[in-house]
């Protein structure tokens, strides 16, 4: 088995699967098309609960600390939602940045700002960029977070990127995955990333 090998598939419902994210033990899917972030069973793919943030256009999730946190990319702004309720808790402004790509590594969020191609560690309370580079791609979407590095997709040139947190630079690139990615997310050492043109999840093998 190689590094980017598919090890299994997940049939997803919906539209257009564009943020993912994982809470220990399921995950959370943002459907840009019915916009809904939907609570997945990870062995069947099957929906256990559903909310509605209201949210259009591509859009990545992360979890932090019990919380949904979804880039708003239409307002440049990070919302925290209750999973569970559904409610809106807090609203965080990140003006000019539009975040496309959302991850949490224990104590700051990262945002991948499609508009200036950048990807940023910000302060979670404030806003204020910790540190920045530029992203690998002008056609990302989604940012993912291993306890390391920085896991980032490329849609158009169907290419995932492993990045140094501290100074951007591209330690892998997977390639020819034959899909779209989005949204990537480690899980028990494994990649999963979203193909909303099939409507599906995919798990890759990392080691």
Same mark, same amino acid.
């Given at each position: 088995?190689?590094?980017?090998?598919?090890? $299994?598939?997940?049939?997803?419902?919906?539209? =257009? *699967?564009?943020?993912?994210?994982?809470?220990?033990?399921?995950?959370?899917?943002?459907?840009?098309?019915?916009?809904?972030? &939907?609570?997945?069973?990870?062995?069947? /793919?099957?929906?256990?609960?559903?909310?509605? *943030?209201? =949210?259009?256009?591509?859009?990545?999730?992360?979890?932090?600390?019990?919380?949904?946190?979804?880039?708003?990319?239409?307002?440049?702004?990070?919302?925290?939602?209750? *999973?569970?309720?559904?409610?809106?808790?807090?609203?965080?402004?990140?003006?000019?940045?539009?975040?496309? /790509?959302?991850?949490?590594? /224990? &104590?700051?969020?990262?945002?991948?700002?499609?508009?200036?191609?950048? =990807?940023?560690? =910000?302060? *979670?309370?404030? /806003?204020?960029?910790?540190?920045?580079?530029?992203?690998?791609?002008?056609?990302?979407?989604?940012?993912?977070?291993?306890?390391?590095?920085?896991?980032?997709?490329? $849609?158009?040139? @169907? @290419?995932?990127?492993?990045?140094?947190?501290?100074?951007?630079?591209?330690?892998?690139?997977?390639? %020819?995955?034959?899909? %779209?990615?989005?949204?990537? %997310?480690?899980?028990?050492?494994?990649?999963?990333?979203?193909?909303?043109?099939?409507?599906?999840?995919?798990?890759?093998?990392?080691?």
């Amino acid at each position: 088995m190689s590094v980017g090998d598919l090890l $299994r598939t997940l049939s997803l419902t919906g539209n =257009i *699967p564009s943020g993912l994210t994982w809470d220990g033990s399921t995950f959370w899917v943002y459907d840009e098309g019915v916009t809904q972030v &939907h609570q997945i069973n990870p062995y069947t /793919g099957a929906t256990l609960r559903s909310f509605a *943030p209201g =949210i259009a256009l591509y859009t990545d999730i992360a979890w932090v600390s019990g919380k949904i946190v979804q880039g708003t990319y239409s307002t440049r702004t990070l919302k925290w939602y209750d *999973p569970y309720a559904g409610a809106l808790l807090r609203t965080l402004s990140v003006t000019p940045f539009a975040p496309q /790509g959302v991850a949490w590594d /224990g &104590h700051n969020l990262w945002i991948q700002a499609s508009v200036t191609d950048v =990807i940023r560690q =910000i302060n *979670p309370y404030t /806003g204020a960029t910790l540190r920045s580079f530029a992203a690998p791609s002008d056609n990302g979407l989604g940012l993912g977070w291993d306890g390391h590095t920085l896991w980032h997709c490329d $849609r158009g040139m @169907e @290419e995932i990127y492993q990045l140094d947190p501290y100074t951007g630079a591209v330690l892998r690139v997977l390639t %020819e995955l034959g899909f %779209e990615p989005g949204a990537p %997310e480690v899980v028990l050492n494994t990649l999963w990333v979203t193909d909303d043109t099939f409507l599906r999840l995919h798990q890759l093998a990392l080691n």
